[in-house]
């Protein structure tokens, strides 16, 4: 870590604790600036060109709160780590700031191994989002991309924000490829395309904060594959992917015929994934879990998803059983050092 000058920014309003980790992470060869609230952050912010590696901020700060900046800071550069510190004994206002995306926290007061422990942990993370940013740049001028202009890294980031974990938007995917292949009517080559761009990316919301609802992370997945100039057909798939075919869905409680096809594809699959997923945290095996995940979302798909789908599904319902089991990948949690509490 020393070798890499890591750039670490330190804010915190009790001046002894800040002086305290500033120096100590000095002595381990980081580059460390410090502010004393948000304010002070702010204004680096505007100045500075490239972000910091990694932020350690008080969660209680005058004027606006830790909470509040860690938002602040991840609408800027969503996949810079942010780890709190509280001297709170009550460890859910830290909770809380994970939900908000923190990579971490630490309770006041901490030993300086566990200071050591947090900041590997998420300078680890950051150096694999690098390492598959790089991936994907050499793969974009090798001409063999996908997805347009979205970040390879910024999709695994946000499977790891999502409740079906790592190698979600990969799965969601394959099965809606799956379920595409199933249907009594061929998909043009349009469509096929904006399921499989639209599967991978439908939680890319999540760098952006918490979400109330999954319509608002719908509408907010839309909004930012607009902002990276990712193709319409895309957008208007990600933004109705809330809808349902009786009507009772959002953003726009459209029904029917109304609710694009790739839509409806794409929310089936996620549906799928989700109820595997969830089965397998139970101890279910993966091919028991993900037979009865289909088993469920088959039998409300006419209502929620319409005829066509609901037919497709049963019929791909063996194809994508085979493709769970293979694609599953890890344990969608992965495991925190003790010195960090996980989500």
């Not at 971490?104 to 150096?127: C, H, I, N, T």
């Amino acid at each position: 870590m020393a070798e890499s000058r890591r750039r670490v920014l330190v804010v915190e309003d009790d001046e002894g604790v800040r002086q305290l980790v500033a120096r100590h992470l000095e002595q381990k060869g980081y580059e460390v600036a410090h502010a004393s609230d948000a304010e002070q952050v702010l204004l680096r912010m505007s100045r500075d060109r490239e972000p910091f590696d990694l932020v350690l901020s008080d969660i209680h700060l005058p004027g606006l709160s830790g909470v509040e900046l860690l938002r602040l800071l991840l609408t800027h550069s969503p996949l810079r780590p942010v780890i709190m510190i509280t001297g709170d004994a009550d460890e859910s206002l830290a909770r809380r700031a994970l939900d908000h995306g923190a990579a971490g926290y630490l309770l006041k007061p901490f030993e300086l191994f566990e200071l050591d422990a947090a900041v590997m942990q998420a300078l680890s993370r950051l150096e694999l989002v690098e390492a598959a940013e790089a991936m994907a740049r050499s793969e974009a001028a090798d001409g063999r991309e996908t997805g347009g202009a979205i970040p390879k890294a910024w999709l695994e980031l946000a499977d790891t924000r999502s409740a079906g974990g790592p190698g979600h938007g990969h799965r969601v995917a394959r099965l809606a490829a799956a379920i595409v292949s199933g249907m009594d009517d061929p998909l043009p080559a349009e469509d096929r395309t904006a399921v499989d761009v639209a599967a991978r990316s439908h939680e890319l919301g999540r760098l952006l904060g918490p979400t109330v609802s999954a319509t608002e992370l719908a509408s907010r997945t839309a909004q930012l594959l607009y902002d990276l100039g990712v193709e319409s057909r895309v957008l208007r798939t990600v933004n109705h992917l809330r809808e349902r075919w009786n009507g009772s869905g959002g953003p726009n409680g459209i029904s029917g015929e109304d609710i694009p096809l790739t839509s409806r594809v794409v929310a089936a699959a996620d549906a799928i994934d989700h109820a595997a997923v969830a089965r397998l945290e139970s101890g279910r095996d993966p091919a028991d879990a993900v037979a009865a995940a289909i088993h469920e979302v088959a039998a409300e798909a006419e209502q929620r998803y319409g005829p066509a789908v609901a037919r497709a599904v049963r019929t791909a319902s063996s194809v994508m059983e085979a493709i769970w089991v293979l694609t599953r990948g890890p344990a969608t949690q992965q495991p925190e050092p003790e010195a960090v509490a996980s989500a």
